[in-house]
């Protein structure tokens, strides 16, 4: 069974913190799992690093901040 | 149009970070000869001492911290990379900080050949800075980021104005060196310098960082379009009438209130953009912006003074409140975001590589310390409290007060000693952190598989 999806809220944060809170909720994703970060801005720095270290994702925007999916590739 | 950031693009920690370290070493240098000269300090803007001490400020603390800031925003926000970046500031670094030695050892002690030295040292600086960073920009002009086009504006604006306060003060300085008549562009010199450099940098800066670093809303759309090209024309326009003979002095106290007035529209936006932001607790540099913008807005009631008022220290009041409360203050508050992001960001660069190994990477989690504990809080919001007793000290001393003269030296030796001491231990906990990262990825591979 796969593990539930986990939510990570970073709204209001200042840079890096989005980033570094992201890199630790990274590290207990499990594959099939999803992570899901609400973040006030889109997240250019951080998309670089999920590309190179081997996972997916998808970024909404949703009215009044951006929604981040990841999971592993 | 939202603001980013594209960290990839960071220069190497060998670029801002000798121009940053000058700050503290520039402070502690203007402390001691403050706390040196006595009460005679802050006597008078004339006075040697005051000018070395101005100059000081101007170019070891203030230009230093901008130079080197400048060439890191330039990469990561606006995809303008300085082209020979390492080598620029070899060069650029040591002859800034020997140029401003010499201009301050000029002032002090009226020596002609220290006026001429500095002069070819200085000038040698900014044209090698100057002229790279305007290929950079040129060479990259179809490449910049579409959010930044509006920051490049105060930007290039900044760059014209530092090149333009830069060729008066050489020519003033050349005058005094050789005993020439001086030339009469003092005002322009200070003006460019201050309102133009000084000011159109810290307002781009504050359009694309205070969102990302303070989280607030971003400016309005009017302020960030016009602003910028708002205050070059006044400068323009004040020089023309500085320089012509026989126009009323009306004219030109008219362009200095709408130059004053659009200075202080938007510092009463950034104070609003602080107080409504989306975080309640403001940070060490959260306080060092509200003492940078409180002192901008003070400056409308000393412009009056100095205008319509007959104290002869209004000058120098203005003076301390725009380069240590308006620029001053913001300098040292970016210090406290700048420097751990920088070590923050080069120290997660030591652990990257394509693939990580999620095991490893919980690891070097562990040991990287966060952005947030390179420098504590406390000793941030210490080093805040000396700086605000500093600033309105020198506002005080500047204004006549006879025991402010006494105290300005010795309260900015210790805010300068604080602020290396927060400085000097951001870069152990980084060596640390680099030194534990090789530890984890030695200890890793020692594993058996």
Same mark, same amino acid.
């Given at each position: 069974?796969?593990? /539930?999806?986990?939510? $990570?809220?970073?709204?209001?944060?200042?840079? =890096?913190? !989005? %980033?570094?809170?992201? @890199? +630790?909720?990274?590290?207990?994703?499990? /594959?099939?799992?999803? $992570?899901?970060?609400?973040?006030?801005?889109? =997240?250019? !720095? %951080?998309?670089?690093? @999920? +590309?190179?270290?081997?996972?997916?994702?998808?970024?909404?925007?949703?009215?009044?901040?951006?929604?981040?999916?990841?999971?592993?590739? | 149009?939202?603001?980013?950031?594209?960290?990839?693009?960071?220069?190497?920690?060998?670029?801002?970070?000798?121009?940053?370290?000058?700050?503290?070493?520039?402070?502690?240098?203007?402390?001691?000869?403050?706390?040196?000269?006595?009460?005679?300090?802050?006597?008078?803007?004339?006075?040697?001492?005051?000018?070395?001490?101005?100059?000081?400020?101007?170019?070891?603390?203030?230009?230093?911290?901008?130079?080197?800031?400048?060439?890191?925003?330039?990469?990561?926000?606006?995809?303008?990379?300085?082209?020979?970046?390492?080598?620029?500031?070899?060069?650029?670094?040591?002859?800034?900080?020997?140029?401003?030695?010499?201009?301050?050892?000029?002032?002090?002690?009226?020596?002609?050949?220290?006026?001429?030295?500095?002069?070819?040292?200085?000038?040698?600086?900014?044209?090698?800075?100057?002229?790279?960073?305007?290929?950079?920009?040129?060479?990259?002009?179809?490449?910049?980021?579409?959010?930044?086009?509006?920051?490049?504006?105060?930007?290039?604006?900044?760059?014209?104005?530092?090149?333009?306060?830069?060729?008066?003060?050489?020519?003033?300085?050349?005058?005094?060196?050789?005993?020439?008549?001086?030339?009469?562009?003092?005002?322009?010199?200070?003006?460019?310098?201050?309102?133009?450099?000084?000011?159109?940098?810290?307002?781009?800066?504050?359009?694309?960082?205070?969102?990302?670093?303070?989280?607030?809303?971003?400016?309005?759309?009017?302020?960030?379009?016009?602003?910028?090209?708002?205050?070059?024309?006044?400068?323009?326009?004040?020089?023309?009438?500085?320089?012509?003979?026989?126009?009323?002095?009306?004219?030109?106290?008219?362009?200095?209130?709408?130059?004053?007035?659009?200075?202080?529209?938007?510092?009463?936006?950034?104070?609003?953009?602080?107080?409504?932001?989306?975080?309640?607790?403001?940070?060490?540099?959260?306080?060092?912006?509200?003492?940078?913008?409180?002192?901008?807005?003070?400056?409308?009631?000393?412009?009056?003074?100095?205008?319509?008022?007959?104290?002869?220290?209004?000058?120098?009041?203005?003076?301390?409140?725009?380069?240590?409360?308006?620029?001053?203050?913001?300098?040292?508050?970016?210090?406290?975001?700048?420097?751990?992001?920088?070590?923050?960001?080069?120290?997660?660069?030591?652990?990257?590589?394509?693939?990580?190994?999620?095991?490893?990477?919980?690891?070097?989690?562990?040991?990287?310390?966060?952005?947030?504990?390179?420098?504590?809080?406390?000793?941030?919001?210490?080093?805040?409290?000396?700086?605000?007793?500093?600033?309105?000290?020198?506002?005080?001393?500047?204004?006549?007060?006879?025991?402010?003269?006494?105290?300005?030296?010795?309260?900015?030796?210790?805010?300068?000693?604080?602020?290396?001491?927060?400085?000097?231990?951001?870069?152990?906990?980084?060596?640390?952190?680099?030194?534990?990262?090789?530890?984890?990825?030695?200890?890793?591979?020692?594993?058996?598989?």
């Amino acid at each position: 069974m796969t593990a /539930p999806d986990l939510t $990570l809220d970073v709204r209001g944060l200042s840079a =890096p913190q !989005p %980033l570094e809170q992201c @890199l +630790e909720a990274l590290t207990g994703l499990e /594959p099939g799992q999803q $992570l899901h970060m609400l973040i006030d801005r889109e =997240p250019w !720095p %951080l998309f670089n690093i @999920l +590309e190179r270290d081997g996972y997916e994702y998808c970024c909404t925007f949703e009215e009044t901040h951006f929604q981040v999916s990841i999971w592993h590739a | 149009m939202q603001r980013a950031l594209d960290f990839d693009k960071t220069p190497a920690l060998g670029v801002p970070l000798p121009f940053l370290l000058n700050v503290p070493l520039f402070a502690l240098l203007a402390g001691l000869l403050a706390t040196w000269a006595g009460p005679e300090a802050l006597a008078s803007r004339w006075s040697g001492t005051t000018l070395a001490l101005t100059h000081l400020w101007t170019l070891g603390i203030l230009g230093s911290a901008m130079l080197g800031a400048l060439l890191q925003i330039l990469a990561v926000a606006c995809n303008v990379p300085t082209p020979g970046i390492r080598l620029l500031v070899r060069w650029v670094h040591p002859l800034l900080t020997t140029g401003t030695l010499l201009l301050a050892a000029g002032f002090l002690w009226w020596w002609s050949t220290a006026w001429i030295s500095a002069v070819l040292f200085l000038a040698s600086a900014f044209v090698l800075y100057l002229g790279t960073v305007a290929w950079g920009l040129w060479r990259h002009r179809q490449h910049v980021y579409r959010g930044a086009r509006e920051i490049l504006v105060p930007v290039r604006g900044a760059l014209a104005s530092l090149a333009l306060a830069v060729l008066l003060g050489a020519s003033l300085a050349t005058a005094l060196g050789l005993s020439l008549a001086l030339p009469d562009w003092l005002g322009s010199h200070v003006l460019w310098g201050l309102a133009g450099w000084g000011g159109l940098l810290l307002m781009g800066m504050t359009f694309q960082l205070l969102p990302i670093f303070q989280v607030t809303e971003i400016y309005p759309r009017p302020m960030t379009r016009w602003m910028p090209l708002l205050v070059p024309i006044l400068l323009l326009a004040w020089s023309a009438l500085e320089a012509t003979d026989g126009l009323p002095r009306l004219m030109r106290e008219a362009v200095e209130l709408i130059l004053l007035a659009a200075y202080v529209l938007w510092g009463a936006t950034t104070l609003q953009r602080l107080w409504t932001r989306k975080r309640p607790t403001p940070e060490a540099t959260t306080l060092f912006w509200y003492v940078s913008m409180l002192s901008l807005l003070a400056c409308a009631p000393l412009w009056i003074w100095l205008t319509h008022g007959h104290g002869t220290q209004a000058s120098l009041v203005l003076g301390v409140a725009i380069i240590v409360g308006v620029l001053g203050s913001a300098v040292n508050g970016m210090l406290y975001k700048i420097v751990p992001f920088l070590l923050w960001k080069h120290a997660q660069d030591s652990i990257s590589g394509p693939n990580r190994d999620p095991a490893m990477a919980r690891v070097y989690l562990k040991v990287l310390p966060k952005m947030a504990t390179y420098i504590g809080e406390t000793a941030a919001r210490t080093q805040w409290a000396a700086h605000l007793a500093m600033t309105l000290c020198w506002l005080l001393a500047a204004a006549g007060w006879q025991a402010a003269r006494h105290a300005a030296g010795p309260l900015l030796i210790v805010s300068a000693l604080l602020l290396a001491f927060n400085l000097g231990r951001a870069l152990l906990r980084y060596r640390r952190a680099l030194r534990a990262v090789a530890e984890a990825a030695a200890s890793h591979a020692r594993q058996p598989l």
